[in-house]
């Protein structure tokens, strides 16, 4: 495609997303705590910068909802000019991380922990946000909220609360029977006109808007104490986790939406690394991919990073030029945008999937973890959840006995890991003393703690009088390990009783052990090609 054909389709497509972002980044950066011009900043820069050097053409970039909560739990404790020099350090990191290839390890982490880190970013944004609603401020954290909040209502602003509702109600009314229709018109942006209307035509005494007449007018370098410098790297760290997830997922989600070439995955994360080291030195807020901007985009028809970059370049006209108009819009219009925005985050559908999945308990642990103690914690708990989940699935087995007579069958299903041994033995000592037991592994792993309790096992059941036969546990260990012939194929059911019964000479139908069958002549060559046989099979 010319760059000709691509302006066609991309400059439409960037103001359309420009109408989009530039609401979304005044309320992100209400939620955040910031001033408002550090959002309106962090969308310029993620449009020009990110977009230039992305490695996912059609993902736009800027300031986020999943990120408000983190950032505002920053600011909170060191302040926001330190919060922008852990951007500054987050961007770094991401830069070296996209340089050693391992953004895709960003993305190894359970959808359930994603989906409920997202859930319950929206319940903090919409809670936080009635209060504005209301013509008040958010208490901190959602315990206080929530005990504060019957107070907050029955003391509110009449005209703000009313306006602000108004502005929901627009708001779902959009999205609900027209955004279909008429897609190159978002409804944040009919909200916010239509609320910034009514509240100038009828006088409305309600907060609005306060930026000033250019965003970089009290540009400021940011100054770091290195005292804090650890403290800031770990919270630099904790952010670059955070953002890169939602980055690079963002970017996998976008690929699913067009037909264009496909996300390079360190790339992109080498160019939010850059955007967030321009955006914390220029007094924004951290950018990441935004999914519903690069819908949008998609949506719009772009086909190229053209539109990212123009889009970022009408915000940077319009901040520089006419920001002093953004004072005329009511912070409750903002606020009834962001609870709309927070809303949209509890996906019920998703919900739903991750109950067929028996993945709810990490779902809702890690919700309340976020909603109740904090971001990290929240994420912290759902991983460490999902990884207990994970072992204890990965180490299901089923022991099932067939009696034959005083011989018995035992079949092995699964996996066996160190996790299962007390199982495990406790169902072996089961059998019968003095019996003759064959055993068949049907398994997908088997790891060394568990050969050898088998192993110590079969030593202490054959002191007893008992008889074991089975298939050399090292050969299954190693088939299991290297996928390869060992002599044999693969240690399958079949393979497994035919070695058997080449070292034992018994019928499968009839498991009384020949007493002459382990012959020199009939076993050397399966000794020879497998010496370890040896010190497993039973003489």
Known sequence: MTILKKFKSDIPASFVVFLIALPLSLGIALASGA???????????????????????????????GLTIMIFGFIQKFGFQTTCIITLLAGGLQILFGLLGIGQL??????????????????????GQAFVLMGSSPKGSALANLSQLPEAFMNRNHQAF??????????????????KKVKFIPGSLIAVLLGTAIASILALDVPHV?????????????????????????????????????SLLCAVATDKLHSGPRAKLNRELIAQGIGNTLSGFLGGLPVTGVIVRSSANIGAGAKSNISAVFHGV??????????????????PVLAALLIFTGIKLVKLQEIKKLMEFNESLIYFATLTGVVFINLLWGIGIGFGLALVMLLYKMSQFEVRTFSEGKSQRVVITGSLTFLGIPSLLRQLETLPQGSMVEMIFDVDHLDHASLEAIRSWKENYEKTGGKIIKAPLDILWKSLGEKKALPLTSMTYENQVDLMQKAYRFDQTDLSLNKTSLTEKKSSSLLASNPEIKSDIIN
């Open 314 to 331: 009408w915000l940077l006209i319009f901040a520089s030029f006419m920001s002093n108009y953004l004072s005329l819009i009511p912070l």
């Open 210 to 246: 306060s930026i000033g007449n250019n965003i970089f007018s009290e540009f400021q370098i940011p100054q770091i104490n290195l005292a804090e410098l650890p403290t800031l790297l770990l919270s630099a760290l904790a952010l670059t986790f955070v953002a890169s997830a939602e």
């Open 162 to 179: 009313a306006l602000g509702l108004f502005s929901l109600f627009v708001l779902w009314a959009w999205n609900k029977y027209l955004s």
């Open 35 to 65: 001033p408002l011009k550090a959002g309106v900043i962090a969308a310029i820069i993620g449009g020009i910068a990110v977009g230039l050097f992305s490695g996912a053409p059609l993902q736009v970039s800027g300031p986020a909802a």
């Open 106 to 127: 960003t993305l190894a982490i359970s959808p359930s922990v994603i989906e409920a880190m997202l859930a319950g970013i929206g319940i903090l944004i919409a809670l």
